[in-house]
């Protein structure tokens, strides 16, 4: 993937607009539940800093409604946290397309959530404009929100003078590429949440490139129906059954394989209370709930994991949240730990486990992307870098 990077560019005494993806957990109090996403975005402001940029940072945060300004909308908490963490002062502007931007080289500036902007969502182009018109550069390091073509994500990559990838977008797309575009074989794929229908275009696409493709939770519910298994009350969508079918018939053409769990954890209630009894695959019955895989499953995906060159993680395996159904994601975490293939991981439950069972220093990429993280899985083009790869054409022809 060809894009400009914002260390190919002389910044000094330049406005840089940097967008981040900011848009963290908050609980009703405004508190940070998980700054991750903030201290990944540093490094691209503190770049900018040290290079005697005039830095201005904008990101969305949540859904708010446009034009209607309320303070649980509002980035002045993810200001704090940033100032806190470069250890200088950070004013927030707000009304700034109106009003425009005011800063000097080496100071930075926050700018008021940006889908507070009329014409944000539909990525209008007056306001692209208007946004590019505030800019010498153009800074995307917002991975996260790649897959929304929007004013700030988009349009203004058109219009801005240069556009170009901060640090962390340009980090995620070189670990995502790697990991799947030239991978390491074996390449060990691990989908799991709760349903099928949800994740079937990234199953499809991955039933095309992937050696071994483990799946999880709900969606393993519906492989084990597909294989004649019994799954009780389990969470399960029958009428995909025939699509799980098509998947395993395509993979196995290919010699790769879709591992079904062979033991499982069950129990007759969803609760942090419920009795929990291993039991093999075929001896599930009427009234027992799926919640995990059981050991000996969790010991063939270990192995599997062991052997492989690239492992890529998308969803937990189990109810890990509660401790009796927490085994088969903790030992699929330990088998991740310790492989010495290139392992990346991404989405939010995913990110959960990996913090849980503190293997967060021994994954190999840990993608700050949620649904920019799957859409890029799916192989599927994400608009944000689409622009970023055009205009580094026309970089270059100028
Ligand atoms: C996310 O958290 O998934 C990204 O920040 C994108 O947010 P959105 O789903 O509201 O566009
Ligand atoms: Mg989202």
Not at 332 to 339: D, G, M, Q, R
């Amino acid at each position: 993937m060809q894009f400009i990077r914002m260390s190919d560019i002389d910044l000094a005494g330049k406005k840089v607009l940097i967008r981040a993806d900011l848009n963290v957990p908050q609980n009703d109090a405004g508190v940070i539940m998980d700054d991750t996403r903030i201290t990944a975005s540093i490094p691209a402001i503190q770049y900018a800093l040290d290079h005697g940029a005039a830095v201005m940072v904008t990101s969305h945060l949540g859904r708010p409604l446009e034009g209607q300004f309320s303070h649980e909308d509002s980035l002045a908490p993810i200001t704090l946290r940033i100032a806190d963490l470069l250890g200088r002062k950070v004013p927030l502007v707000s009304d700034w397309v109106e009003n425009g931007v005011r800063v000097a080289p080496g100071e930075i500036v926050m700018l008021e959530n940006c889908r507070l902007n009329i014409g944000e969502k539909a990525n209008d182009e007056n306001l692209a404009k208007k946004i590019a018109k505030l800019c010498d550069v153009y800074v995307n390091d917002a991975f996260g929100t790649a897959h929304r073509a929007e004013a700030t994500t988009h349009g203004v990559a058109k219009f801005a003078p240069i556009a170009c990838a901060g640090p962390l977008m340009a980090a995620e797309l070189d670990a995502l590429s790697k990991a799947l575009q030239s991978p390491q074989r074996q390449l060990v794929a691990i989908v799991a949440g709760s349903k099928v229908s949800t994740k079937l275009t990234i199953l499809k696409k991955l039933a095309d490139k992937v050696d071994q493709l483990i799946v999880g939770g709900g969606i393993a519910n519906t492989f084990m129906l597909a294989k004649g298994l019994p799954i009780g009350k389990s969470l399960a969508e029958p009428n995909l059954v025939e699509q799980a079918r098509e998947i395993m018939a395509l993979m196995e053409k290919r010699g790769a394989e879709v591992p079904i769990p062979e033991d499982v954890i069950v129990a007759n209630e969803f609760s942090s209370h419920a009795r929990a009894n291993k039991v093999l695959a075929q001896d599930v019955q009427d009234d027992d709930m799926i919640l995990d895989i059981g050991p000996r499953t969790a010991a063939r995906f270990a192995t599997l994991i062991s052997h492989a060159g690239t492992v890529v993680w998308n969803g937990p395996v189990g109810v890990f949240e509660i401790e009796q159904f927490s085994g088969g994601t903790k030992m699929l975490a330990a088998a991740i730990a310790h492989s010495p293939a290139f392992t990346i991981g991404g989405g939010g439950d995913t990110l959960s486990a990996i913090s849980k069972f503190q293997i967060t220093n021994q994954m190999d990429y840990i993608s700050t992307g949620g649904g920019a993280f799957l859409e890029f899985l799916e192989g599927r083009t994400l608009p944000a870098v689409e622009i970023l790869v055009q205009r580094a054409h026309t970089f270059a022809t100028q």
